[in-house]
């Protein structure tokens, strides 16, 4: 029944290793997006997705790839992983574009080490 | 300076307490969004507003475009209360811009 569901919860993994987090919404929003909260709790815009194409790309390294293979998927690979990655990183969906209430997944927590 | 702005960062409140949380962005926005994020850490949207009042329980957010300032009240505050609260400017093209965040604990 899970809205937005992010897996997995948590993800504890070495320096260099390759990951993913996957992101499902079953509220058939148009727009998924990707956002990062660091070690000081503040959340920063990384990608957005509408109908599985590309609107935001923010200033992120080019180790982390967002894959939308359809509008109720987003998922977020990162490769090389290193230490500053370590975050919790949150999915949310939208309607569209705009002015629309958001639904956020529950959020990844990952750890490099 | 962080383009949404929020104060004060902690509040300690006694339980019952009228409690109010500001909010001013300094960009263009579609609408404004209030978030509540839970020591578990999930986080649920409370608002979004682009004009006026809006009223959930006893969750009160107003919003001044022209001064491009909004605040969320909470009357009879609850231990339940307790959160981070957070502001979002949303953009034009659907994404947030957050605030850093007011770290709410109420007292019983």
């Known amino acids: 029944d899970t809205a937005v569901s992010q897996t997995p919860k948590y993800l504890v993994t070495q320096m260099g290793n390759d990951k993913s987090i996957k992101c499902e919404q079953n509220l058939g929003h148009d727009t998924m997006y990707w956002y990062k909260q660091d070690s000081k709790k503040f959340l920063k815009i990384m990608f957005s997705y509408n109908n599985k194409e590309l609107i935001i790309n923010e200033t992120v390294p080019n180790r982390f790839s967002p894959k939308s293979p359809d509008k109720a998927h987003l998922n977020l690979h990162i490769n090389s992983l290193e230490l500053g990655d370590s975050a919790v990183y949150f999915c949310?969906?939208?309607?569209?574009?705009?002015?629309?209430?958001?639904?956020f997944g529950s959020g990844t927590r990952l750890t490099v080490v | 300076k962080n383009e949404v702005e929020q104060s004060p960062q902690n509040l300690t409140a006694q339980e019952g307490e009228f409690i109010t949380i500001n909010c001013s962005y300094s960009v263009g926005i579609s609408a404004l969004h209030w978030l509540q994020q839970h020591p578990g850490g999930g986080i649920v949207s409370l608002f979004m507003l682009s004009s006026g009042k809006k009223k959930h329980g006893r969750l009160i957010a107003t919003i001044n475009i022209q001064e491009k300032h909004s605040s969320l009240h909470i009357t009879a505050s609850h231990p339940r209360d307790s959160a981070v609260y957070i502001c979002a400017a949303g953009g034009s093209q659907g994404n947030l811009i957050f605030g850093k965040g007011t770290k709410l604990s109420v007292k019983p």
């Open positions: 949310a969906s939208s309607q569209d574009t705009g002015p629309w209430g958001y639904t």
